[in-house]
């Protein structure tokens, strides 16, 4: 083990015992140094089958508990992960190689998700339906079962508490399967749930193949829920093996999403908010800006103020805290590499960056330099396929209605962004984006309080909010004649 690397287990969680995989141990690294930081325990479709069993067998138990005795354990939970933040971001950063600050902000949302859905899944009331004399009808919303929650590398932490706070609040139980790349911080929070006294079963981990555990969690028949964050992709694989068993599933897969500025913006705020939203992980972000839309008329004073915010954003190890890190791998780099390589050759300008860092303490990590690229066409790879990635493609516009096209050109429906003081263009703007999130003026549109999902190819479901418990449920209805 990395001696950097704080404690953490490195087998599966399965029915509340560490188990060792049946097959080969794999390594994680730091994408800052692409050196190893531990070994881990791999498992297959035997360990996973074992893992929805624990589930099924806790889920008699869990199912029946009260809603505020499930949520006494889970703000137990809560205080944990709050106590524990600086390992756990640690933890993150070494291997996703996000920023310290960022990662210490996603435990932070981390606590406030099952603190959220805690007490949001105590409100998730049934009905009572006007009936006949004599009958009575009623409405149960019931935990749904067990649910197969799969989960991305780029918000290693967060994305697993967004699924298994609302999941395990109303009485569900869950197999998880986290990313190859970032399993340390799935096994992090697992001991955590140990700490805080979770029934065994209630919360299971396992890693392996996904392509091996995906086919299992989606064609078991006791799984009855699948939860997906990924690539569109995945998530079609996963949907349609799903379809066999009658699976409820939710999706939240890719993005592209535009960033609009008005002639009437705050150019000031807009330029802020960009890089802002842009640099967040490192553009690894699914909800991350990929098309800049620039009104004609201020493209010029707009580019300038961008510039020179360019100027203060940073590259480093994540636990140095710059502005961005490292990308999670070279396959990352590599696409950014291609994208720009299409876009130059096809008439784009390179306004600042544009290359791989190599010198110094970038030379054996995953580092690129932070980048402005102008002139973006569609016949780009770029302005249709999202970069992941810190690239900002630069595009102009004269006309509300002819932009608004431009914007909902994708198949993907996730995040949008816009700026404008006018109340006309706010209203008309907003409307008429086909996302399933827009912000306008702002780019904080994930709080555990608003719903976050997406339309189109960007998936189906919503998580947060009260809609998040909302998807572990069934709805039964009951109807007595009392005569």
Request: charged share 25%.
């Amino acid at each position: 083990m990395n001696p950097q690397l704080p404690q953490v287990p490195t087998k599966l969680l399965i029915d509340g015992k560490w188990l060792e995989g049946t097959k080969e141990s794999v390594s994680v690294t730091n994408p800052a140094t692409n050196e190893e930081l531990v070994k881990v325990s791999q498992g297959g479709i035997e360990e996973t089958k074992q893992a929805i069993n624990a589930a099924t067998k806790a889920f008699t138990d869990w199912s029946k508990r009260s809603p505020r005795e499930r949520a006494d354990l889970m703000n137990k939970i809560a205080d944990l992960m709050e106590q524990e933040s600086d390992r756990l971001a640690k933890i993150m950063s070494m291997e996703q190689g996000k920023p310290f600050k960022e990662a210490e902000a996603e435990i932070q949302s981390n606590v406030d998700n099952f603190r959220w859905n805690a007490a949001e899944a105590q409100r998730v009331y049934g009905e009572v339906i006007p009936a006949p004399a004599h009958n009575h009808w009623l409405v149960r919303k019931e935990a749904i079962g067990v649910v197969g929650a799969i989960t991305p590398w780029n918000f290693p932490s967060n994305m697993i508490a967004r699924k298994i706070a609302p999941a395990m609040a109303v009485g569900s139980t869950l197999v998880m399967k986290p990313s190859k790349e970032t399993p340390l911080s799935a096994l992090a929070l697992g001991e955590l749930f140990q700490q805080a006294g979770l029934p065994d079963g209630v919360v299971n981990i396992v890693l392996g193949d996904s392509s091996e555990i995906g086919k299992e969690l989606t064609e078991n028949e006791q799984v009855k829920k699948i939860t997906f964050t990924g690539s569109t992709k995945v998530g079609m694989k996963l949907y349609e093996q799903a379809a066999p068993t009658l699976k409820k599933v939710s999706l939240e897969l890719g993005g592209h999403a535009p960033f609009l500025v008005f002639a009437d913006a705050d150019l000031d705020l807009a330029a802020e908010k960009l890089v802002a939203a842009k640099f967040r992980n490192n553009g690894q972000v699914c909800t991350s800006p990929n098309r800049i839309f620039v009104e004609e008329s201020v493209k010029d004073a707009f580019t300038k103020k961008l510039l020179a915010k360019m100027e203060t954003v940073t590259v480093g190890n994540g636990l140095d805290n710059p502005t961005v890190g490292p990308l999670i791998n070279q396959a990352g780099v590599e696409k950014v590499i291609e994208q720009l390589e299409d876009a130059v050759n096809k008439g784009a300008e390179v306004l600042c960056g544009g290359t791989k860092l190599t010198e110094g303490e970038y030379e054996k990590g995953n580092f690129f330099a932070p980048t402005v690229i102008d002139d973006i066409t569609p016949d780009m790879t770029i302005y249709y396929e999202e970069t992941f990635g810190p690239v900002i493609p630069l595009i102009s516009f004269t006309d509300r209605q002819a932009v608004i096209a431009a914007a909902n050109d994708t198949e993907f429906g996730l995040a949008s962004y816009f700026f404008s003081t006018n109340l006309q263009t706010i209203s008309d703007v907003a409307q008429n984006l086909q996302y399933g999130m827009v912000g306008v003026n702002d780019i904080a549109i994930s709080n555990p309080a608003a719903p976050f999902g997406g339309v189109k190819h960007s998936g189906f479901g919503r998580e947060n909010g009260k809609y998040g418990p909302e998807e572990y449920v069934t709805v039964k209805f009951i109807a007595i004649d009392a005569q």
